[in-house]
């Protein structure tokens, strides 16, 4: 995607339709293992993508790895 951050952004920071149907594809790519009825995780996932978004992270692999990263648990520290 070769816009920038400021263009994908309407009035009060709502993003516009191309960038929108980005982030609907990425979800539901990184969910598709994910039941529908999964609410929670795929919530969770969506608000990941859209702080990433947000923090200019704008590339379709950069969307992926937010939405991935979402998805595993954090490791304990030993």
Known sequence: ???SASS???EFGVFNAEM???LRAVLEEV???I??????????VA???LDA??????STDALKAAGRKALN???MWR
């Open 20 to 22: 929108t149907a980005l």
């Open 73 to 75: 648990p954090p490791t």
């Open 31 to 33: 969910c598709e293992n």
């Open 8 to 10: 994908q952004f309407r």
């Open 35 to 44: 039941p529908v009825s999964e609410t929670g995780a795929r919530a969770y």
């Open 53 to 58: 978004a947000a923090h200019g992270q704008l």
């Open 47 to 49: 608000s990941k993508l």
């Open 1 to 3: 995607m070769q816009c």
